[in-house]
């Protein structure tokens, strides 16, 4: 090709590529939108509220921020003050007054008079009580003689008082036991006494003693005819035993 047409045809592809350059430049927005830019972030700075040194016992106000502020302002978490510490108030206890008497006053004496005592109930002597002073004793017949139906019983009795009534009493040893007052004892001067007694059965023993009261119906007892034949179940009330009883055989 002739080097006339190569310029011609170099010159004619320079203008197609400026017209295409020209176009692509001035159309490249509408084309191919730019992306918008990510924002830029700022980070904004904390401000903490120091708290003030004394506690307080009403919040301060709280100022509200400007909305064109750009600082963001975290608030303080409110703060209870607590109350003054108060000690518990000191109880002092004051000992009582002591009144010291004066040196020259003499202490009061008071003289308690001592208890008086209750004088027992005068009861009249039981005839166990009024024993126990006496002394007494069978001397005639001894223990573990044999005897008639009738013989005289002896002994000695010594320290009786005139309301006191003494008896010899003779008692079976076998059937029905009973108890047949003999007489009553009557002491000389010196103490000694005999009182008949009767043995009625054959072959039995009796127990012989003495007994004393100072009730006077039953000394009226042991004194009837009717209790000496018949005999007692029991002493009368008021009677009681006196020395050591004997025991003799009936021949």
């Known amino acids: 090709m002739p080097a006339e047409h190569k310029s011609q045809l170099l010159i004619a592809v320079l203008g197609f590529a400026s017209v295409v350059v020209t176009t692509v430049s001035s159309n490249w927005d509408k084309w191919f939108p730019r992306s918008e830019p990510p924002p830029v972030v700022t980070s904004t700075p904390v401000v903490t509220a120091s708290p003030p040194e004394t506690a307080m016992t009403t919040p301060p106000e709280t100022s509200t921020p400007p909305a064109s502020a750009l600082s963001r302002v975290v608030p303080t978490p409110r703060v209870t003050p607590l109350p003054p510490y108060t000690p518990s108030p000191r109880v002092t206890v004051t000992p009582p007054d002591t009144t010291t008497p004066p040196a020259n006053s003499t202490p009061r004496v008071t003289t308690t008079p001592p208890a008086t005592p209750k004088t027992p109930a005068l009861k009249p002597p039981s005839a166990f009580t009024t024993a126990s002073a006496t002394t007494t004793s069978i001397t005639s017949p001894r223990h573990g003689a044999k005897v008639g139906q009738r013989i005289a019983v002896e002994g000695m009795l010594t320290g009786l008082r005139p309301e006191q009534h003494v008896f010899v009493c003779v008692k079976s040893q076998a059937f029905g036991r009973l108890i047949y007052p003999q007489g009553k004892v009557l002491p000389d001067a010196t103490g000694q006494w005999t009182v008949d007694s009767i043995y009625g059965t ?29 005999g007692l179940r029991e002493l009368p009330p008021g009677t009681e035993r006196l020395g050591t009883a004997i025991v003799v055989t009936r021949e």
Do not use: C, W
Not at 205 to 218: D, G, H, K, Q
């Open 202 to 230: 054959p072959g039995y023993s009796y127990e012989t003693f003495l007994v004393i009261t100072t009730n006077a119906e039953a000394a009226a007892m042991l004194s009837d005819q009717h209790a000496r034949k018949y």
